[in-house]
């Protein structure tokens, strides 16, 4: 348990004991909560059904596929306790796919640099990662649904102002560039110095220049496939 507040202000004491014990399991359960808290959080301050509103009308050409009348009702529909449980499954089962995947990823192309640390060693960097990741978001979530009374007008995706695309109209902004700009992100520029400092830490094959190129060129392809599928829409 004392890892989990470690790792905000001794993240590499805590990344180079993994190797002698391995602790995913509390970091992982932790971050999965995490997760949940913060959907929970914002849907119960927002509301689903403006949720889902203005996920719809954040694609226009859906929009005037459905038509009007349309996204309504569905926006409507999200109100159900049903929908709402979805919501917060779907929270936990998304964070748990993306460490597995991410970590998953990084222990393959580890390997293949020839500086293997271990999928064990990778998913437990990612999990603690992702928990100091989660832990900000949500606190500064919480905060900033305290401060602003109008809680039906903000945007979910542009909350915290901590991305490039907070200074673009999503609107009239090319959809690729807003897509990358909305990358751009404080916060998950600070988990991929997490992750980068953790794969330095647990092999000694691993320099932090080698890790951080790995990091960042997964986040790079990421990226740039949003960028692209967000064109689709």
Known sequence: MNN?????????????????????????????????LVSALIVNSIGMENLVR?????????????????????????????????????????AGVIILTVAAILTALLALTGAGAGFRNVFSVTAYSYFAYYS????????TLFIISDKEGIEPDNMLLSHAGAFLDRATANKALFSIATSLDIFSFGLLFLMALGLS?????????????VVVGVWVIYVAAKAGISLLF
């Open 4 to 36: 989990l507040f470690r790792i905000f202000y001794a993240p590499g004491e805590v990344f180079a004991g993994i190797p002698e014990k391995s602790r995913w399991r509390l970091p992982f359960v932790s971050t999965l909560i995490l997760s949940c």
């Open 54 to 94: 203005k996920q719809l009308q954040a694609q226009p050409r859906l929009v005037e596929q459905l038509g009007e009348e349309k996204v309504e009702e569905i926006a409507r529909q999200a109100n159900s306790p049903a929908r709402q449980v979805s919501a917060y499954v779907g929270s936990i089962l998304g």
């Open 136 to 143: 900000v978001l949500l606190i500064l979530s919480a905060l």
């Open 201 to 213: 830490k647990v092999s000694k094959q691993v320099t932090f220049a080698r890790s951080a190129a």
